[in-house]
């Protein structure tokens, strides 16, 4: 028999998730899950931060790359504090990272709870995967950026719901993983990335500032990745950016 038009017809993309912070690795891991063939859902989390700007830049980020939705979701980690980037009383780091520290960046339990949110949402819309910008070798200080961390919860993926219990939950990807600052330049920059678009600096403003932690060690990646025009300000005046990884926040 001749096949029929409902065997003929295309079949729509996988779709995933994908956690979108707006800042650099998470718009890159976003642009992978592209490139991977997946329609993608851009989730981003309004926590409490000290600025929406990088929200702003994950709605710009979302048009630009052509996600088939964005959507925003409001949790307050900033109302018990614990973060120099919930508590704009809290000094924000500008010196090279202490790498026998966890850094005051670190927000208590925030990659457990947007990962959840995402599994919810996977779950409820029958998404194969969750991208996430998450980074070992640039935040090894943060407990919930490790290779342990992802595998945990991975398995609690598998426990946790229908999906799971099935055999389907979504699978947790992590392409940058094990990626240096300057190589997860480099791979934006092959995907197409419009890296002007994102926003790494902890402080708000119409420009990075150049000055914290994370501005310098992205814009020291930037110019290794010999894209010094892409850095502030300051990175391009020559301020020194540290070579150490960038501790910017990884949702997304």
């Not at 830049?57 to 048009?63: G, P, Q, S």
């Not at 990807?173 to 934006?188: Q, S, T, W």
């Given at each position: 028999?001749?096949?029929?038009?409902?065997?003929?017809?295309?079949?729509?993309?996988?779709?995933?998730?994908?956690?979108?912070?707006?800042?650099?690795?998470?718009?890159?891991?976003?642009?992978?899950?592209?490139?991977?063939?997946?329609?993608?859902?851009?989730?981003?989390?309004?926590?409490?931060?000290?600025?929406?700007?990088?929200?702003?830049?994950?709605?710009?980020?979302?048009?630009?790359?052509?996600?088939?939705?964005?959507?925003?979701?409001?949790?307050?980690?900033?109302?018990?504090?614990?973060?120099?980037?919930?508590?704009?009383?809290?000094?924000?780091?500008?010196?090279?990272?202490?790498?026998?520290?966890?850094?005051?960046?670190?927000?208590?339990?925030?990659?457990?709870?947007?990962?959840?949110?995402?599994?919810?949402?996977?779950?409820?819309?029958?998404?194969?995967?969750?991208?996430?910008?998450?980074?070992?070798?640039?935040?090894?200080?943060?407990?919930?950026?490790?290779?342990?961390?992802?595998?945990?919860?991975?398995?609690?993926?598998?426990?946790?719901?229908?999906?799971?219990?099935?055999?389907?939950?979504?699978?947790?990807?992590a392409p940058l993983i094990l990626d240096g600052k300057a190589d997860i330049v480099r791979r934006a920059l092959a995907l197409g990335l419009p890296i002007e678009r994102t926003w790494?600096?902890?402080?708000?403003?119409?420009?990075?500032?150049?000055?914290?932690?994370?501005?310098?060690?992205?814009?020291?990646?930037?110019?290794?990745?010999?894209?010094?025009?892409?850095?502030?300000?300051?990175?391009?005046?020559?301020?020194?950016?540290?070579?150490?990884?960038?501790?910017?926040?990884?949702?997304?």
């Amino acid at each position: 028999m001749p096949p029929s038009d409902l065997d003929t017809a295309p079949r729509p993309a996988p779709l995933a998730i994908v956690l979108l912070s707006g800042g650099l690795d998470s718009a890159t891991a976003a642009a992978q899950a592209l490139a991977d063939g997946y329609r993608v859902i851009g989730l981003s989390f309004d926590y409490g931060q000290r600025h929406a700007r990088e929200l702003e830049a994950a709605r710009e980020l979302a048009t630009a790359l052509g996600l088939a939705e964005q959507h925003r979701v409001a949790v307050d980690l900033a109302r018990w504090g614990g973060s120099a980037l919930t508590d704009p009383r809290a000094d924000l780091p500008e010196g090279a990272p202490d790498p026998d520290r966890i850094p005051s960046t670190y927000v208590p339990g925030r990659n457990t709870v947007f990962i959840a949110i995402a599994l919810s949402l996977a779950e409820a819309r029958g998404a194969e995967a969750i991208y996430l910008g998450i980074n070992a070798v640039d935040y090894s200080g943060y407990p919930d950026c490790r290779p342990d961390y992802l595998a945990a919860f991975q398995r609690l993926a598998e426990l946790s719901s229908k999906a799971g219990r099935e055999g389907r939950a979504p699978r947790l990807v992590a392409p940058l993983i094990l990626d240096g600052k300057a190589d997860i330049v480099r791979r934006a920059l092959a995907l197409g990335l419009p890296i002007e678009r994102t926003w790494s600096c902890y402080r708000g403003g119409a420009e990075p500032c150049g000055r914290c932690e994370s501005c310098r060690i992205r814009d020291a990646a930037l110019i290794e990745a010999g894209r010094p025009d892409l850095a502030s300000a300051l990175g391009r005046a020559g301020g020194r950016p540290d070579p150490r990884p960038d501790p910017d926040p990884p949702e997304a």
